[in-house]
C-alpha cells in the first residue's frame, strides 16, 4: 500500500491505518529507536507509542512523507525515553557521544540563539540540501538515524578514523553556516 492510500485510511480513522504503518515502516521506526535506546523493550514500546501519536495527529495533519513524519515521532520518543532514562546517570552511551559532538556547533538551550527553532530547523535543511550527497547521508546516518561509526564505516568500506574527521569537518561547516546565518552559538 502506498503512503497516499496509508494516510487516507488515517483520516477515514480506518484501524487499517496503523496495521499498514507497522508493516510498511515498523522496521525502520524500530531501526531509528534501537539506535537511540539500545533496548528493545524501550524501542518496541517507542515505536508502538509512535502509531498512537500518527493516529492522534493524522488528521489534522496531512504528512508530505509518511516515512519522515513517522521516523520523527518515533526518533523525538526515543530521545524523550533515552533522556528520562539516563537524568539520574551519565555515561558513554551512544546517543551521549552523538549529543556532545553535536554540541560543538548546535547551540543549546539558552544559549543565545537569535532565531527560533522553526527559522533554525530551515537554516539547518537548506545547509543539509547544500552538500553533496555522500555527505548528507552520512551527516543524517550518523545524526538523525543514530548509526555507529563502525556501521558507517564498512558500509563505506573506509576505517572509523576517516569517517570521523570528515564528521567533524562535517560539524565544523555547521557551525560556520549558522554563524553566517546569524545563530548565536
Not at 552511551?93 to 552523538?98: D, P, R, S, Y
Request: some cysteine; aromatic content about 8%; charged content about 30%.
Amino acid at each position: 500500500m502506498d503512503d497516499l492510500e496509508i494516510i487516507g485510511l488515517y483520516w477515514a480513522r480506518d484501524q487499517l491505518a496503523i496495521t499498514e504503518s507497522e508493516k510498511k515502516y515498523g522496521g525502520l521506526c524500530g531501526g531509528i529507536a534501537m539506535n537511540i535506546l539500545r533496548s528493545r523493550e524501550d524501542a518496541e514500546e517507542c515505536v508502538n507509542d509512535t502509531w498512537g501519536r500518527a493516529w492522534d495527529s493524522i488528521p489534522p495533519r496531512r504528512p508530505d512523507s509518511l516515512a519522515a513524519y513517522l521516523g520523527r515521532i518515533v526518533r523525538n520518543l526515543s530521545l524523550n525515553r533515552w533522556r528520562k532514562n539516563n537524568a539520574a546517570r551519565r555515561g558513554g552511551g551512544t546517543m551521549e557521544l552523538l549529543l556532545s559532538e553535536l554540541g560543538e556547533c548546535l547551540p543549546g538551550p539558552g544559549e543565545g540563539v537569535l532565531c527560533g527553532e522553526e527559522r533554525l530547523s530551515g537554516i539547518i535543511a537548506a545547509w543539509l540540501e547544500g552538500l553533496a550527497p555522500g555527505d548528507r547521508t552520512l551527516f543524517l546516518r550518523r545524526y538523525w538515524y543514530g548509526d555507529p561509526l563502525g556501521f558507517l564505516a564498512r558500509a563505506r568500506g573506509t576505517t572509523e578514523n576517516h569517517l570521523a574527521v570528515r564528521l567533524h569537518r562535517l560539524r565544523k561547516r555547521l557551525r560556520e553556516h549558522l554563524e553566517q546565518e546569524g545563530v548565536g552559538i
